[in-house]
């Protein structure tokens, strides 16, 4: 519930604490702010305030231009207090709406269209339909912002099968014309070609960078991954779109500064999702810390501020990594990847993957970007070039069949059934490659070593729903 009083004293004190929590609306000018807008405060009676950009929105309200609501972390009244809810926006916010039907959705949550509509009337003030159409409306509105595409491109990227229908859409919903947003931040379309782009992913802090830098600077695999004090990058590949990014830690404004080289729109608000997920931006890990503390007699020995979830680009090279990284060392696992990348990937020019076999040099003599090999890929190969026993080789084979031979291979549980997948396994994959944020690693040796320097029993199970988090943590404290 939004209780006036205390977002008055919240949006008066502009707490970048409580960014994304709650929405302030004015009155007198139809527009809506975060709580940490520049402006000059508009008086009490003329505001009343929102849980969401999306209620916001449908009470009649524009975003403001300023401090753009868009692009405020999410809140944890966005997802609702419901499961199944939290389920439907993930997959509609991934595109599920875009690319489906409604029938289809509920089909896969396995409730009805009603049940699920009453939901979003109930959380959001809104319909699924109308929650989609307005998060297509949102991340146009940032592509506009942030990079000099051409809108026939943005509005291919959003979702829209016709420029027409995007300019309807995005003026019922935004109050303004695409081409109102490009004349008011004073942008041409003639620095960057439509593949390239720049940006902004804000997060609420704290956030522990040099943490999950450390994390993924240590295995993170040549040609693949690269890592710097203030930045992380990969390469990637959705559906039919290949490419890399990189993302520039700006501590001081809390953001990520996102470079992105793709070979294709069309798949650009997905792979943008699933960076935010891979970098843990939307975590509330003062709610987690807080809900995790009463575990530990000596909180300040073990939990440290902002600590998040170092995700991998899917679940199915999570799986893999984690197979080649069964009962070995970290060195000795990173040393097995980056073999594998470097017989399998394929290289990465501007976004598009050649067939090349040899690793090629770029014109400053570093190794060619590529792409963590398939599972067509690997059900071709014999592991020649691993020292291993075979039966690890016929694990990686198993598990690449798998995803050949089902329609929905990205379930860790199924794998369980396939020989050399155990429990250890599937969790890893569920915890980096899904960033599940409920999975314990009991079994894993690094954390039954981190609980024995504690000296005391930890109540690991009343760590629900914060389970990976405490696994991170616990391999922190190391």
């Given at each position: 519930m939004i209780d006036p009083i205390v977002c008055h004293k919240a949006r008066l004190?502009?707490?970048?604490?409580?960014?994304?929590?709650?929405?302030t609306a004015v009155k007198t000018t139809k527009i809506f702010c975060r709580s940490i807008c520049p402006a000059t405060p508009p008086k009490e009676k003329n505001v009343e305030y929102f849980s969401s950009a999306t209620a916001a929105a449908y009470a009649g309200y524009r975003?403001?231009?300023r401090c753009r609501p868009d692009s405020a972390p999410g809140s944890p009244a966005w997802k609702g207090v419901n499961t199944t809810l939290e389920r439907a926006v993930l997959l509609i916010n991934e595109g599920a709406l875009q690319q489906g039907k409604l029938s289809e959705l509920v089909e896969r949550?396995?409730?009805?269209?009603r049940y699920l509509r009453k939901l979003f009337e109930t959380h959001l003030g809104v319909s699924p339909k109308a929650y989609a159409l307005y998060q297509q409306c949102l991340f146009a509105k940032q592509l506009l912002h942030q990079t000099t595409m051409p809108i026939t491109q943005i509005a291919l990227a959003s979702g829209f099968n016709s420029v027409r229908r995007f300019n309807d859409c995005f003026q019922s919903q935004m109050q303004l014309t695409p081409s109102d947003i490009r004349r008011?931040?004073?942008?041409?379309?003639?620095?960057?070609?439509f593949h390239t782009l720049t940006l902004q992913l804000h997060y609420r802090p704290p956030y522990h960078w040099q943490h999950l830098q450390g994390f993924l600077s240590t295995r993170a695999i040549p040609q693949l991954e690269w890592c710097d004090n203030d930045s992380y990058g990969r390469t990637f590949e959705w559906l039919s779109s290949y490419g890399h990014f990189t993302a520039h830690h700006i501590a001081e404004k809390n953001k990520f500064t996102v470079e992105i080289t793709v070979n294709e729109v069309n798949h650009l608000k997905p792979i943008v999702n699933n960076i935010r997920r891979l970098l843990d931006i939307d975590a509330d890990t003062q709610k987690i810390e807080g809900d995790l503390a009463p575990?530990?007699?000596?909180?300040?020995?073990?939990?440290e501020e902002g600590l998040r979830l170092p995700g991998i680009w899917n679940v199915y090279e999570a799986g893999i990594r984690a197979i080649l990284g069964q009962q070995v060392s970290v060195a000795a696992a990173h040393r097995l990847?980056?073999?594998?990348?470097?017989?399998?990937?394929?290289?990465?020019?501007d976004g598009s993957p050649q067939e090349n076999k040899k690793s090629q040099k770029s014109n400053n003599n570093t190794p060619q970007m590529r792409?963590?090999?398939?599972?067509?890929?690997?059900t071709k190969s014999e592991f020649t070039f691993f020292k291993m026993p075979l039966s690890r080789k016929q694990t990686l084979n198993n598990l690449s069949q798998h995803y050949l031979q089902h329609d929905e291979p990205d379930i860790p549980n199924h794998w369980a059934e396939l020989k050399g997948i155990g429990p250890w396994t599937i969790n890893y994959a569920k915890l980096r490659g899904l960033s599940d944020p409920d999975i314990f690693l009991?079994?894993?040796?690094?954390?039954?070593?981190?609980?024995?320097?504690l000296g005391y029993p930890l109540a690991s199970d009343k760590a629900s729903p914060w389970g990976s988090y405490l696994t991170m943590h616990l391999w922190n404290s190391l």
């Open positions: 004190s502009r707490d970048p604490r409580f960014d994304g929590v709650f929405f975003p403001c231009l949550l396995g409730v009805s269209e008011a931040i004073k942008k041409t379309s003639n620095k960057h070609t575990l530990f007699k000596n909180v300040d020995s073990i939990l990847v980056g073999i594998l990348v470097e017989e399998l990937g394929l290289p990465v020019g792409l963590f090999p398939s599972p067509v890929r690997l009991a079994g894993d040796l690094g954390i039954k070593k981190s609980i024995e320097k």
